[in-house]
């Protein structure tokens, strides 16, 4: 959808397995950046590119919206770029050697994340899994995640890197699942249940003690070896409302179990979502349409009820690029009814019109040529060249036209017409193909420091290049083969039209020049002088020929 560019900012996500300690991904942590260090240390270039590194143990719970339990097992660490300019190598590059450095850290899960240019637009490999039940739907989305890894590793999906889900397991938990019948019948609710449990393992507040200006609350708890273990809460009694001691194992089941830090819904269903990002060099559809072949089968055979769906930055370039190709649409029809109504005529608008069809295929060689993927700025390209073009060849057909109003052969208005409108096709071509050369391949002049200093500063390729190029690509290699589009093929569909306009004129009657493609607007030419006769009278004008009036396109 947008340019795949180089970022400024590189970030390292390590996940150890749950229940992990922050003081091992802590240790994880230092495994890292010791690897990123050593890396530096051995290649000048990428420890150039790399102006500062941050790194940040243990993820606390997302608290914007209530929910979201700790993860001491995440660890991230953050680099930041030095600017686009003073880069000694990409930073695509440098990202490509940490991937490599990085590899086999035992149990971890390394994930990176660049910062993204222009609007988020989610990962190129988004699958969303939704049905009725959680449980079955986490069994789902981890074997969808083992299978892109291990295609991805066995070389069956080249380009798949760092394929993850959002499913925040939280730490390990001690549940307790309360029978709600036989609390009634010790007259016991789950809340009083819950809350003996919970001043059993995190305690009460059951005073304050004052030193001076400092309070202190006095916390009443089980010791921490009773706390240790599921033993110590099986002998753990609650009381009821008569004062009877109610064993727990009596009223609930207790046992140990993985809780979710936090659940995703959309519309209302939950939702697990397992994404993949595509290596450098490597183009995002294309990466997806193998993941959507390899996991054809699977999507098949999901029980009843159960979805997977491909979203993220596949929805957001499909919807963009229906809106473009709406737009493209409904721009070109409206180009073709102003021709219609300015020309009078079908013909002279089919031939304009199809010159800029045929623009596309120099937009497709100079895509090709240049390796420059197709994206949201090479559509707008597009747009912008149909403009163009039209402009060129309205000049060349409307003064061949106008040539053959005026009385001459169709050989000889293509002729002279081409001749006289070479110069303004051709420099409206070189002016704009020009003045897009600086956006396109990024180059930059100081011309305060040359006038000043005589020290330009010439740099070629910025940081906007990565989103204008594309465009600027599109717009130079679709005018470049436009152009000769206009000199050359149009004359020609012009003349083949225009003898089989003549032709079927003729096969209904019509009069041999019937069918001509011709302008409609009859133009008098002028006299270029008066002839004077010896007695310096000037004499009345010779009467020119008489100008063939309007004539409609069959």
Same mark, same amino acid.
């Given at each position: ?7 400024? /900012? ?12 922050? $003081? ?9 950046? &010791? ?19 941050? +790194? ?5 719970? &997302? ?21 686009? $300019? =003073? ?15 990085? #590899? ?6 390394? =994930?990176?994340?660049?910062? !993204? ?18 449980? /079955? *739907? ?12 291990? %295609?991805? #590793?066995?070389? @069956? ?7 993850? &889900? ?46 001076? &200006?400092? =309070? ?11 706390? %240790? ?25 207790? !046992? ?11 519309? =209302? ?16 559809? !294309? ?30 370039? #499909? ?15 409206? *180009? ?5 109504? !300015?020309?009078?005529?079908?013909? %002279? ?21 240049? @390796? ?29 036209? #106008? ?39 990024? *180059? ?45 093929? +149009? ?15 003729? %096969? ?47």
């Amino acid at each position: 959808f947008f340019p795949d560019t180089d970022p400024s /900012r590189v970030q390292i996500n390590a996940e150890a397995p749950i229940g992990t300690d922050i $003081e091992t991904s802590n240790r994880i942590a230092q495994t890292i950046e &010791d690897r990123i260090l050593q890396l530096l240390d051995g290649n000048p270039e990428s420890e150039a590119n790399i102006e500062n590194l941050l +790194v940040g143990v243990g993820v606390g719970g &997302d608290q914007r919206f209530g929910g979201g339990a700790d993860s001491p097992e995440q660890s991230q660490v953050s680099l930041n770029m030095v600017d686009y $300019e =003073e880069r000694p190598e990409s930073s695509t590059r440098t990202l490509k050697k940490l991937r490599a450095q990085l #590899q086999g850290i035992p149990g971890t899960d390394i =994930e990176f994340t660049k910062q !993204e240019q222009g609007p988020p637009t989610g990962p190129p490999v988004n699958i969303e899994i939704s049905g009725p039940e959680f449980d /079955r *739907i986490t069994d789902i989305s981890t074997e969808i995640k083992q299978r892109l890894r291990d %295609a991805a #590793q066995s070389g @069956r999906l080249p380009g798949l890197v760092d394929v993850t &889900d959002n499913l925040n397991r939280g730490r390990p938990e001690v549940q307790v699942d309360v029978d709600r019948e036989k609390a009634a019948q010790y007259g016991l609710s789950t809340g009083q249940i819950a809350r003996t449990v919970r001043s059993a393992i995190q305690g009460t507040e059951a005073d304050t003690y004052r030193s001076g &200006d400092d =309070e202190y609350d006095i916390t009443v708890r089980l010791q921490e070896e009773d706390r %240790a273990s599921i033993t110590s809460l099986n002998n753990l009694t609650v009381s009821s409302v008569t004062g009877q001691q109610i064993p727990l194992t009596s009223v609930a089941d207790i !046992e140990e179990g993985t809780g979710f830090g936090s659940i995703t819904r959309i519309d =209302e269903s939950r939702v697990v979502t397992v994404s993949g990002d595509a290596a450098p060099g490597y183009n995002g559809p !294309e990466v997806l349409n193998r993941v959507q072949d390899e996991l054809s089968e699977f999507r098949d055979g999901l029980p009843p009820g159960y979805t997977m769906e491909y979203t993220g930055g596949n929805e957001d370039q #499909q919807e963009s690029f229906g809106f473009l190709g709406t737009a493209l649409a409904v721009g070109a029809a409206l *180009i073709l009814l102003v021709m219609i109504i !300015e020309f009078n005529s079908i013909s %002279a608008p089919f031939i304009i019109m199809a010159a800029v069809g045929l623009s596309l295929i120099g937009v497709l060689l100079g895509l090709i040529l240049t @390796r420059t993927p197709f994206n949201l700025f090479t559509f707008i390209g597009i747009i912008a060249l149909a403009g163009i073009v039209v402009n060129n060849n309205i000049v060349l057909v409307d003064y061949i036209m #106008q040539l053959r109003g005026r009385g001459r052969d169709k050989l000889e208005a293509i002729v002279e017409g081409g001749a006289t409108r070479l110069r303004p096709v051709l420099l409206t071509a070189l002016t704009t193909i020009l003045g897009l050369v600086p956006l396109t391949f990024g *180059i930059n002049v100081d011309f305060v420091g040359l006038l000043a200093d005589f020290a330009p500063d010439f740099q070629l390729g910025s940081e906007s290049t990565q989103f204008w190029g594309p465009m600027g690509t599109a717009i130079i290699s679709g005018l470049t083969f436009a152009t000769f589009l206009t000199l050359v093929i +149009v004359p020609v569909m012009y003349s083949a039209l225009d003898s089989v306009s003549l032709r079927v004129t003729q %096969a209904f009657g019509g009069s041999e020049d019937g069918g001509a493609i011709v302008s409609d607007t009859v133009v008098t030419e002028s006299l270029i002088e008066d002839k004077v006769p010896g007695d310096g009278a000037p004499t009345a004008p010779e009467a020119s020929p008489a100008e063939p009036g309007p004539t409609a396109d069959t």
